[in-house]
């Protein structure tokens, strides 16, 4: 309540107080004079206000003076007041309050409402809040009474004010949006808010708007944008505990439709519009800003609410036809269509995944009439702003165009076209053009409308319809890269290609103009002939200048666009100049071009002489044409199926289907072009039928009487199904698919037809597909007896190629279970044809019964549903289970798992699994499961691993033999693990790991490896017990190695086949524990570690695969080193143990120690660590050696130190040779210091270096360099041959290499001792002349490595070469050199080296006749001597 001069009640009563005396004479009479001057004068709107003054300093009233708050005096009086009045004082409260708001928010210089209060109206709100939020503390306030009265103003609500009421929490947006007397009221009050606030908040032109104001507006915005969500969007879980807010939800969504309905107004009025509405829009638009709902809105309903709004974007105001839509749709680009529509879509497409856009997109198109300015539009948002779009419009547009062409629907295909047009408009950086589309789609044979006539006429019909509407260059795309039609279709195309032509001409765009490499796709229009010819041969010479080839495009424009090619191609080309000297690419395509005779002799008379060879070919590709199939009698066999199918049905007419069934075949052989004649020449039974499967050939001609066959047989099954169960149907099913067996002619395209659909196409078969393949197969099984047998040839991944396959066992293979489509494809088909099977067959004996059902489906049954039904690995229970009925499976209801496990659970089923034919073994089992890709897998890796300790230790390890099991034998159950593994993993290999994942099934892998080392749990031996450990693994592997072969094959293959094994033996081996490869015994009193096993494996087989040919691969010989150190915990002494093994090893295995000196300072780190981590003890002696000998070959390489001499010699070598591949080429120079007693090490170094050079060749990707290596084995052969040392007995066979020499050979692999040839004659530039005289064995050695090369490249062994230069050390060359350095060598070598080669000279002679006789020309003096000498002795 103010007074005079503005100020407040309390100041004047406190002025007053200090001014005069009081002229009352007691407190109690000036109260009552206060409370009557109070009810005369007081005015409670304004004492509301009073509140806020009293946070000014300096302002003291007597009442503060008394400890009286502002607050309590205010209530006191309110109450007062009401008990006067007789009302209550919240009442009170909130009617004071709405007057003194409603005065507030009148603005005597705004005419009209605006949505923002004025600073000064701002401080007056913000001081009457602050009282009623101090009156709601006391309970003195009544909120729903405010709610109400507020409606009740005079003049429309302030938004402003409103958002303050809704953040102070007096009273929310959806609490006073619940009391709007009328929803459409409310409705029209918020938009017209909302509206004016953008507008204000927008305008940014005049100077009206303050940042202040516009920082106001967003908060508003902001705020009433979560309320709309949250209420307008809720999820059911909160409509039951909301249901007081229902109109506030209709409020909330039609405010929210009715500023979307504004935003897209003025997008389509955009250029029309001022600056200031669109920024206004613009402004509403970050409503959809995502981040600014943060966690507040729960995310299903923001996620409600943006599918919501781009569905009323896409469906808004759908006006436009599809005429329209066709010629219109180049001006909605990206680039053309309105920002503000292409801002809106950028945000809301942000609350999506790619994918979820594109099926929100999709699924709008099927259900709602559309925009499709909006649509198309936002399809070029989509592909322009998403780079993931362009894949995903693609399957879009083939999912539509087989919607199409499945149900003839045009919808569907207008909307593929339109759809792909706006997409291709984005640029080949987007988005394939619309020609190559347009050619992908319809351009061969397979395409969406190839599959019949009808849909080809349905593809031309609909393009007939577009052509008063189509812009230009889509007619060009269509007449330059027309449908793939027959050739007895070939006039309906003409019919159409008239129809575009004419409109073409309609639209003054001649055809025969249009360049050869002109975009079509973008529909823009054409530059002049002229130019265009330009271009064409500019990008004709770039073709023919990398390919060396004319290019395909020109060849078609000389025969099919002869006026553009002569008129404007040629001429371009042959444009006057100044022809080079050396011909140009030019001149080398004109020419091509005349001898191909595509360059008329009036405008280039020189090419007189044409190409007759290209000509004829080119008229031949023109006259070319796919042989015209009479219709007649397909259609004379489509009309006798179809009477078949009426008497089938109808069981009446059952005694009329042999002579149907006699007609059927006399017009299925006239379709097949058989007479009675080239019927009985068929191929006899017992000859194979071949099916290349991954790519099974298949003309037209009996594709689409297959086809025929096949469906007539689905509706057949179907119709009489909707009757009878299948045991009711007869035999009538039975004789048709016999007939057609009896049809040997059709059997190779029927079979290949079932490859395809079962194989290459079964995830994507409808269920009356499944259906009636899987009766179809059941039939064809029991007609086996008149099928040859299938000879499937599955590719490289073929486990034995060529095996013959019956019937039955062919379509098993085909049902592919890898990834979740396949799985549960494979599931559906196999219990339609089992549930099939047991009700058609129901009352056979069981004995026939067990003949007719096919094993392969059992046991494909066996493998999927415990795999996929967790339910089914428990044990059967006895209770009877209602069958699985046929007519069940064609209910689209009914779980593929559901009708599998009623299937199971029957007690006919069950006792199939009984018979062994039908038993799932566990090989058979691992197979299957080896076969899934895990990532693609139907199973989680938990659910995998589940099932796959249910299958081994609950269902076939305890399971007997005779059921497929392991009689609780876990060896055994190892052997069958690791066998599955290598066997599946070959093919694997062979077909190039065509599954994308490793070769060796890490699952299967972590299976074996925890029966490994449950073997491995078990009593510890005792003292003197006879009994060891058995190396249970390298026994399987050595025993695979000798009982498996490839049955078929060269000795070629045989040996790449027993490579890749020995590779994955080794992979085997690394994902094992390391203690598996060595045991333990007991020797006396005393446990040893027992290495044996291994060291023989290595010996036989492992260092065969090694790349370096004296050491194994780091990953084994680490692997058996943390292997040895692991198994000697169980030795009293670990060091000793160790100790003894590595000394044995010298002996035993000398090439696991050489590995470890070639890997020793990479396996050094990981050894000290393991021992020290094991025992904490200095190492055991024989690895300290090791580690010394590796420090004294470093010491001497790099310090200077002396090498001491140790024993063996080859151990002490292989370090230093270790050490010099670390410091080359520095270390040979070395090599000089080395005592007067290094004659042997240096002959191992020598030895280690050739096999070096050998490995260079082999495997020159493992950083072994040729060149190098060479170089190296040069200076040690100096080293040797200044010392005077003998060294060529280094080349002899193992058999004959005396002492360390042996040794060394034993060490080698096989592949590097066959080479040592090729190294032998590598060095031949460095021996020098007096070797020959002082080694009487150097011309034997020779020899004999001479032989053994010719021998190699006889028996067609690859000399390997070198990768850098293939003409480097060429076989031949090779073969060569050597021979001449034989030839003169031999004259050189004395007489008693001469008598040494004898045993060679006869292999000499079969492979060198001239070399075998110089040597005996040389060799007769020597013998003439000892005979002399001989002679003198006697």
């Known amino acids: 309540m103010a007074g005079a001069g503005g100020r407040s009640w309390r100041d004047l009563l406190a002025g007053r107080a200090r001014k005069r005396r009081s002229p009352f004479e007691s407190t109690a009479e000036l109260q009552r004079a206060a409370l009557q001057l109070l009810d005369q004068r007081q005015n409670l709107a304004e004492l509301l206000l009073e509140v806020g003054d009293s946070a000014k300093p300096g302002v003291q009233d007597g009442a503060e003076h008394q400890g009286v708050s502002p607050e309590s005096f205010i209530v006191s009086v309110l109450q007062e007041q009401a008990s006067k009045l007789g009302v209550p004082t919240a009442t009170l409260a909130a009617k004071n309050a709405i007057a003194k708001m409603e005065q507030i928010c009148q603005d005597p210089a705004s005419p009209s409402r605006v949505p923002l209060l004025n600073s000064d109206q701002r401080k007056r709100l913000t001081c009457l809040l602050q009282t009623v939020k101090d009156l709601l503390a006391n309970n003195m306030f009544c909120r729903s009474l405010f709610c109400q009265d507020m409606w009740k103003m005079k003049e429309p609500l302030v938004l402003e004010a409103v958002w303050h009421l809704h953040s102070c929490d007096i009273v929310g947006l959806a609490e006073l949006l619940d009391r709007s007397p009328a929803g459409p009221a409310a409705v029209e009050w918020l938009c017209s808010s909302l509206c004016g606030l953008c507008e204000q908040a927008g305008d940014t032109s005049c100077g009206d708007t303050s940042c202040g104001d516009t920082e106001l507006a967003q908060r508003i915005l902001s705020d009433f944008a979560i309320v709309f969500v949250q209420h307008g969007f809720e999820q059911p879980s909160e409509l039951g505990r909301k249901v007081e807010f229902q109109k506030v939800?209709?409020?909330?969504?039609?405010?929210?439709?009715?500023?979307?309905?504004?935003?897209?107004?003025?997008?389509?009025?955009?250029?029309?519009?001022?600056?200031?509405?669109v920024q206004a829009v613009r402004f509403w638009l970050n409503v959809f800003h995502v981040p600014l709902y943060g966690s507040v809105a729960h995310p299903d309903s923001l996620r409600q609410f943006f599918r919501h709004t781009l569905t009323e974007v896409l469906t808004y105001n759908p006006v436009l036809k599809v005429s329209d839509a066709i010629q219109m749709q180049k001006e909605w680009s990206f680039t053309r269509t309105s920002p503000l529509l292409t801002a809106l879509y950028r945000k809301l497409l942000?609350?999506?995944?790619?994918?979820?856009?594109?099926?929100?997109?999709?699924?709008?198109?099927?259900?709602?009439?559309?925009?499709?300015?909006?649509?198309?539009?936002?399809v070029s948002t989509l592909v322009v702003c998403q780079a993931e779009a362009g894949q995903l419009f693609k399957d879009l547009l083939s999912h539509l165009l087989l919607k199409a062409f499945g149900n003839y629907d045009m919808e569907n295909m207008i909307t593929a076209f339109l759809i792909a047009r706006q997409a291709a408009l984005e640029g080949p950086a987007v988005f394939m053009p619309y020609s190559e589309w347009f050619k992908a789609s319809f351009g061969n044979a397979g395409g969406y409308h190839g599959s019949s006539k009808k849909s080809l006429v349905f593809l031309l019909e609909f393009l007939s319809e577009l052509v008063p509407f189509?812009?230009?260059?889509?007619?060009?795309?269509?007449?330059?890269?027309?449908?793939?039609?027959?050739?007895?279709?070939?006039?309906?195309?003409?019919?159409?290609?008239?129809?575009?032509?004419?409109?073409?001409?309609?639209?003054q765009v001649a055809i025969e103009d249009m360049g050869l490499y002109e975009d079509l796709s973008a529909p823009e229009e054409a530059v002049q002939p002229q130019a265009q010819a330009l271009r064409d041969v500019e990008k004709a010479l770039q073709i023919f200048e990398s390919s060396r080839k004319i290019p395909t495009s020109v060849i078609e424009a000389s025969i099919f666009r002869r006026p553009y090619y002569t008129s404007w191609f040629l001429p371009a080309l042959l444009r006057p100049r100044v022809l080079p000297k050396t011909p140009d690419g030019r001149m080398a395509f004109i020419d091509s071009l005349k001898r191909a005779d595509k360059i008329p002799s009036n405008l280039y008379s020189t090419y007189l002489q044409a190409c007759h060879a290209m000509k004829e070919k080119v008229l031949q590709d023109a006259s070319r044409a796919e042989p015209s199939?009479?219709?007649?009698?397909?259609?004379?066999?489509?009309?006798?199926?179809?009477?078949?199918?009426?008497?089938?049905?109808?069981?009446?007419?059952?005694?009329?289907?042999?002579?149907?069934?006699?007609?059927?075949?006399?017009?299925?052989?006239?379709?097949?072009?058989?007479s009675s004649e080239d019927n009985e020449a068929a191929p006899p039974c017992s000859s194979r039928v071949r099916v290349a499967v991954p790519a099974p050939g298949l003309s037209p001609c009996p594709q689409r009487v297959v086809d025929l066959l096949l469906t007539s047989f689905c509706q057949t099954l179907l119709a009489a199904s909707s009757f009878n169960p299948p045991d009711r149907q007869g035999p009538c099913l039975s004789l048709l698919v016999k007939m057609m067996c009896g049809h040997r002619n059709l059997l190779p395209a029927l079979l290949a037809r079932l490859c395809q659909l079962l194989y290459h196409q079964g995830p994507s078969l409808g269920a009356a597909h499944i259906l009636g393949l899987a009766a179809f197969v059941i039939h064809l099984s029991e007609c086996r007896a008149l099928i040859p047998a299938v000879e499937a040839d599955f590719g490289p991944s073929q486990a034995v190629p060529g095996k013959a396959l019956s019937v039955s066992?062919?379509?098993?293979?085909?049902?592919?279970?890898?990834?979740?489509?396949?799985?549960?494809?494979?599931?559906?088909?196999?219990?339609?044809?089992?549930?099939?099977?047991?009700?058609?067959?129901?009352?056979c004996s069981r004995e026939e019964f067990c003949a007719l059902v096919p094993p392969g489906l059992i046991k494909k049954l066996q493998f999927l549903v415990p795999r996929l039904s967790s339910e089914a690995r428990a044990v059967p229970c006895e209770e009877a289970q209602s069958a699985l009925s046929w007519s069940s499976l064609s209910c689209p209801s009914l779980s593929h798992r559901r009708a599998s496990l009623c299937l199971w659970r029957q007690a006919a089923f069950q006792e199939l699994l009984k018979e062994k034919a039908f038993q799932l073994s566990f090989r058979e089992w691992l197979l299957l499961e080896l076969e899934v890709c895990p990532d693609k897998d139907i199973l989680s890796a938990a659910e995998r691993q589940d099932f796959h300790h249910w299958a081994i230790y609950q269902r076939y390890l305890p399971a007997p033999s005779a059921a497929g099991g392991c009689d609780g034998d876990l060896e055994k159950a190892c052997g069958v693990i690791l066998n599955a593994i290598l066997d599946s993993s070959h093919r694997l290999e062979l077909g190039g790991c065509a599954h994308s994942r490793t070769s060796l099934s890490p699952e299967i892998l972590c299976r074996l490896q925890e029966l490994v080392l449950e073997l491995r749990c078990r009593p510890k031996l005792l003292p003197g017990c006879s009994a060891a450990q058995r190396p249970l693994v390298l026994e399987l592997l050595q025993g695979r190695l000798a009982g498996t072969e490839p049955e078929q094959g060269s000795a070629l293959g045989q040996q790449l086949w027993r490579q890749q094994e020995l590779l994955l033996h080794r992979r085997v081996l690394l994902g094992l524990p390391a203690s598996t490869l060595v045991t333990l015994c007991w020797r006396g009193s005393r446990a040893v570690l027992d290495c044996d096993s291994f060291f023989s494996f290595v010996n036989s087989e492992l260092k065969n695969v090694s790349s370096r040919g004296y050491a194994l691969s780091f990953d084994i010989t680490a692997h058996f080193f943390r292997g040895l150190l692991s198994a000697s915990l169980d030795c009293e002494d670990a060091a000793e143990g160790v100790s003894e093994a590595l000394a044995t090893c010298q002996t035993k295995c000398p090439v696991v120690l050489l590995s470890a000196a070639l890997w020793w300072p990479r396996l050094e780190p990981a050894l000290c660590c393991q021992w020290k981590r094991l025992f904490g003890a200095p190492l055991a002696g024989e690895l300290a050696r090791l580690r010394g000998w590796h420090s004294s070959g470093t010491r001497f390489l790099c310090s200077g130190a002396a090498f001491p001499a140790s024993d063996p010699p080859w151990l002490s070598a292989a370090f230093l040779h270790g050490a010099l591949l670390q410091h080359s080429p520095r270390g040979t120079e070395a090599l000089h210091r080395l005592g007067t007693g290094a004659q042997q090490l240096l002959v191992a170094l020598l030895f280690f270096s050739v096999l070096d050079l050998i490995s260079a060749r082999i495997a020159p990707k493992e950083g072994v360099d040729f060149q190098t290596s060479l170089e190296r084995s040069l200076q040690i052969l100096q080293c040797l041959q200044g010392r005077g040392t003998a060294w060529p007995l280094l080349f002899h066979s193992a058999e004959g290499a005396p002492g360390m020499f042996h040794v060394l050979h034993r060490a080698a692999s096989q592949r590097h001792t066959r080479l040592l040839p090729l190294a032998f004659y590598s060095l031949t530039p460095s021996f020098q002349q007096e070797l020959l005289q002082q080694e009487p064995t150097f011309l034997s050695v020779a020899l004999q490595m001479y032989i053994q090369l010719l021998q190699l490249f006889v028996e067609g062994q690859v000399l390997p070469q070198s990768d850098q230069d293939r003409t480097e050390h060429d076989p031949l060359e090779l073969i060569s050199a050597a021979r001449q350095f034989l030839l003169g060598a031999i004259p050189q070598c004395p007489a008693r080296s001469l008598g040494d080669i004898q045993p060679l000279l006869s292999t000499c002679e079969e492979l060198d006749p001239e070399l075998a006789a110089t040597l005996q020309h040389f060799c007769r003096p020597a013998v003439d001597v000892e005979l002399e000498e001989e002679l003198e002795l006697f």
């Open 629 to 674: 199939h009479p219709k007649e009698p397909l259609e004379q066999l489509e009309a006798e199926l179809a009477e078949l199918r009426t008497l089938v049905v109808q069981q009446a007419q059952w005694e009329e289907v042999a002579a149907q069934l006699a007609l059927v075949s006399d017009r299925l052989r006239g379709a097949l072009g058989d």
């Open 350 to 378: 942000v609350a999506f995944s790619v994918k979820e856009s594109v099926c929100q997109l999709q699924q709008v198109l099927e259900t709602h009439e559309v925009n499709w300015q909006h649509v198309l539009s936002c």
């Open 470 to 507: 189509e812009a230009a260059p889509y007619l060009k795309v269509h007449i330059m890269f027309p449908p793939c039609v027959p050739g007895k279709h070939r006039a309906l195309l003409l019919e159409y290609i008239t129809l575009a032509r004419t409109r073409l001409a309609d639209l």
């Open 249 to 277: 939800a209709y409020i909330c969504r039609a405010v929210l439709q009715r500023m979307l309905a504004w935003v897209l107004d003025a997008v389509g009025k955009e250029k029309q519009e001022d600056v200031s509405m």
């Open 809 to 843: 066992e062919y379509w098993s293979s085909l049902l592919l279970c890898r990834t979740e489509e396949s799985f549960v494809f494979c599931l559906r088909f196999c219990t339609a044809a089992a549930a099939y099977l047991m009700c058609k067959f129901s009352s």
